[in-house]
């Protein structure tokens, strides 16, 4: 195997927590979002149409333009994507990103490894705002978004422009996707593709530091570390209007 100089990661499903995670988040902030999540199943094996997703039949982003219209109309709101991903990410960084990864980014970081983020769709999700205000994504080297590019993967030519950005070979890349396809491609495209699983991101983080020449990590597991605690919702986070011009935050999937 070619030897590793450098570390390519996703953003949504990888850095962020999966999309069941999310959820969970969501749910808290109104027992009628709660109640819908639940009787939907979203993004889980229970979602017929997130099953259909993984299976590359629906397009991600299609997959949540429909959920966030059906959410928001539980709420008596019309919401796009970028209205649930407001909704979602209104919540501390504890909840959303996962502590190995960030760990994982941070020791890469260090010890001197090129680290870059390939997206399909950060700042279309998110908004330029919110990703101009997220000082994790500060640690990346570069960062290739396909909101920018119009190149998703799992296009050969979304990868090729991640290798060129960390100015390395695409074998000399450990790759980590949430999204099968998204793998496969970046094995096509020549990086060493490692898929991080929706339930435990562990097992593809511990293979990432091996290959990098990094230390095991010692801090637990997202699995089990607890988000925090829950928040009362005010009357003015039911409303789009009032909660965009508190928190000023314009923000997935990738996947990203």
Known sequence: ?????????????????????????????????????ARL???????????????????????????????????????????????????????????????????????GIPLGALTNDLEDFHGREWVERQDWLK???VVVDASITKILKPDPRAYALGAEALGLAPGEIVYLDDMPWNVAGGVVAGLQSIQVGHDDPAPAVAEARQRLGLAPSERPTSSERPMSPERPTSPERLTSSER???????TSSERK
């Open 244 to 250: 965009l011009t508190s928190s000023e935050r314009l």
């Open 1 to 37: 195997m070619t030897p590793v100089r450098g570390l390519l990661l996703d953003i949504g499903g990888v850095v962020l927590r999966n999309a069941a995670t999310l959820m969970a988040v969501l749910a808290r902030q109104d027992p009628r979002l709660a109640a819908e999540i």
């Open 41 to 111: 199943g979203v993004a889980t094996a229970r979602d017929d149409l997130w099953q259909r997703m993984l299976a590359h039949e629906v397009a991600e982003r299609a997959y949540w333009s429909q959920r966030a219209g059906e959410l928001g109309t539980v709420v008596g709101e019309q919401w796009d994507t970028r209205e649930l991903i407001n909704r979602i990410y209104d919540s501390p960084p504890e909840d959303w990103l996962v502590p190995e990864v960030d760990e994982l980014m941070r020791d890469a970081k260090a010890a």
């Open 139 to 141: 640690v990346f080297d």
